[in-house]
């Protein structure tokens, strides 16, 4: 079993800064891509921002310049740190980490941000 939970969401300005967290935990050996997703109210979700296991990343064009994805693998860690937020990256941001054929999402953390 793996369990996903992510942490670090609220309310902040726009211009502020946050940092999510997400830990797995369980029986977890490898995880191959880490991901942050988001879904908005009345919106799809959406990838965010992903890491392979090799440290590549990717981010949706909204995020570039703002986000910063990184992962410490000993800590079985991913993390999302998020600067410059504006009030359209206001969501629920999901963790999703792929672990051989099979993906494990988190429960969400609720990010604000007011005008």
């Known amino acids: 079993q793996v369990q996903v939970v992510e942490s670090g969401g609220g309310l902040v300005q726009a211009g502020g800064s946050l940092r999510l967290s997400c830990v797995a935990s369980g029986t977890v050996f490898s995880i191959n891509v880490m991901s942050w997703y988001r879904q908005a109210p009345g919106k799809q979700r959406e990838l965010v921002a992903a890491i392979t296991s090799g440290g590549s990343t990717n981010y949706v064009d909204s995020v570039k310049g703002r986000f910063t994805i990184s992962r410490d693998n000993a800590k079985k860690t991913v993390y999302l740190q998020m600067n410059s937020l504006k009030p359209e990256d206001t969501a629920v941001y999901y963790c999703?980490?792929?672990?051989?054929?099979?993906?494990?999402w988190g429960q969400g953390t609720q990010v604000t941000v007011s005008s």
């Open positions: 999703k980490l792929s672990i051989a054929a099979y993906d494990f």
